[in-house]
């Protein structure tokens, strides 16, 4: 419905196409039911290695992971874990952590990005998954599309 909107705008046209190509991340981050795709253990680790191949930009990047207290968090991190890893990036797991203190880290030690294992204020059933930069805020959309390309 978006891309049928016209504007001359090439800002809305911007965000128009970035919006409609979107397959996985939604305003905040990856969010769904677990066990049902992409919560999934198989799509983690696969989210991890695109990850850390588009944030480590051949360099060998820290990437943090901190979770909330959800059972399947634990399984997502190991997942996670895995695909960085396997695309060369450091990884130093953080336990379980208020949203905030992973981002306020991922800054404050220099890390190349962080990840928080989390579906806020959703169901205990629901997990998913948020990106920081290495400046502690959101990805932007392009680095999004990039890691879903």
């Not at 695909?83 to 981002?103: E, K, N």
Request: charged letters at 20%.
């Amino acid at each position: 419905m978006l891309a049928r909107m016209s504007d001359s705008s090439s800002a809305t046209s911007a965000l128009v196409a970035s919006t409609a190509t979107r397959q996985y991340f939604g305003t905040d981050g990856i969010r769904g039911r677990v066990g049902t795709w992409p919560i999934s253990a198989d799509f983690m680790l696969r989210l991890g290695h695109a990850a850390g191949t588009v944030l480590g930009r051949g360099a060998r990047g820290t990437v943090l992971i901190g979770k909330d207290t959800r059972v399947s968090g634990y399984m997502f991190e190991a997942a996670l874990e895995a695909g960085l890893v396997a695309a060369g990036c450091d990884v130093r797991l953080l336990g379980p952590l208020p949203t905030p203190a992973v981002a306020w880290l991922t800054q404050t030690l220099g890390a190349s990005a962080g990840i928080v294992i989390s579906a806020s204020h959703n169901p205990y059933d629901d997990n998913g998954v948020k990106f920081f930069g290495a400046d502690g805020e959101k990805l932007d959309d392009a680095l999004e599309l990039a890691i879903e390309a």
